[in-house]
């Protein structure tokens, strides 16, 4: 395991990323255990086979709906959707508050055990339904400190990246989010006490339009790699968000402090 360097930063900027859809595709694992949790399936039902008869059309909902998810009480909105009607980001969070909040957030609680036991009892088949998307190692060894803030749990967010020899230390991981704001405006303030710029990258447009609004001079960045929509294209345009490839992201990152 490679240890992200612990030291006092007067050079380089903060880095915070989000996880899923940034450094990692882990669609499968949370359709997986969405659809396990959902029917009351038992832990042993955590396998490939389990997660290839999940129906075709459901997969595809829950891929397209994917996009609109900022944290893990989300997934329980595709099992409540016929398809007929028009989704955008509004009509979506229009749909997950319209549901009983106790219904909610048994959900959610149901979710974060069943990962938490998938996790522990199925390591090795856990860490194959998560694909990096970026050169996390590569990242990690351009000089800026690096947060995730994330709606992943941050165990899970630990694991992974030990799972590709790395470790970042618990404070500098913020997970389970479900609005990044107070959080990123605490690490804005401690970017300025550290005489660092700060730059925020998200693949979730609303968590991007978001940091930006907040007016503390956080650098937001829109993933294009990640879970997006069409008319996540419409409001970056909106609000004139700076959308970044991987290599452009890199090429920001190397010249930047």
């Given at each position: 395991m490679k240890p992200?360097?612990?030291r006092a930063w007067s050079e380089g900027m903060l880095l915070a990323l989000d996880f899923d859809g940034v450094v990692v595709d882990g669609l499968d694992e949370c359709l997986l255990v969405a659809w396990?949790?959902?029917?009351?399936?038992?832990?042993?039902?955590?396998?490939?086979?389990?997660?290839?008869?999940?129906?075709?059309?459901?997969?595809?909902?829950?891929?397209?709906?994917?996009?609109?998810?900022?944290?893990?009480?989300?997934?329980?909105?595709?099992?409540?959707?016929?398809?007929?009607?028009?989704?955008?980001?509004?009509?979506?969070?229009?749909?997950?508050?319209?549901?009983?909040?106790?219904?909610?957030?048994?959900f959610r609680q149901a979710f974060m055990a069943y990962r938490e036991a998938a996790r522990q009892l199925h390591p090795e088949f856990w860490a194959q339904l998560h694909t990096l998307l970026i050169d996390i190692e590569g990242l990690f060894s351009l000089g800026h400190e690096v947060k995730i803030v994330s709606g992943k749990d941050a165990q899970s967010i630990s694991a992974i990246l030990c799972q590709h020899g790395l470790h970042l230390a618990d404070s500098d991981i913020f997970?389970?989010?479900?609005?990044?704001?107070?959080?990123?405006?605490?690490?804005?303030?401690?970017?300025?006490?550290?005489?660092?710029?700060?730059?925020?990258?998200?693949?979730?447009?609303?968590?991007?339009?978001?940091?930006?609004?907040?007016?503390?001079?956080?650098?937001?960045?829109?993933?294009?790699?990640?879970?997006?929509?069409?008319?996540?294209?419409?409001?970056?345009?909106?609000?004139?968000?700076?959308?970044?490839?991987?290599?452009?992201l890199f090429d920001f990152l190397k010249t930047s402090g």
């Open positions: 992200y360097p612990n396990n949790v959902f029917h009351g399936r038992a832990i042993d039902d955590f396998n490939r086979d389990a997660l290839h008869a999940i129906p075709e059309e459901f997969r595809n909902k829950f891929r397209l709906l994917r996009s609109y998810v900022r944290h893990d009480g989300h997934f329980i909105v595709p099992f409540h959707d016929d398809g007929t009607a028009p989704v955008d980001s509004g009509s979506f969070s229009e749909r997950y508050a319209a549901m009983p909040s106790d219904f909610r957030n048994e997970g389970r989010m479900t609005d990044k704001r107070e959080v990123l405006t605490h690490l804005k303030d401690e970017a300025n006490r550290k005489g660092q710029n700060m730059t925020f990258v998200d693949d979730n447009i609303e968590n991007v339009i978001e940091a930006a609004q907040l007016e503390l001079g956080i650098n937001a960045l829109w993933a294009n790699w990640g879970y997006r929509s069409p008319d996540h294209q419409a409001m970056a345009s909106s609000y004139a968000v700076t959308e970044v490839t991987a290599d452009s």
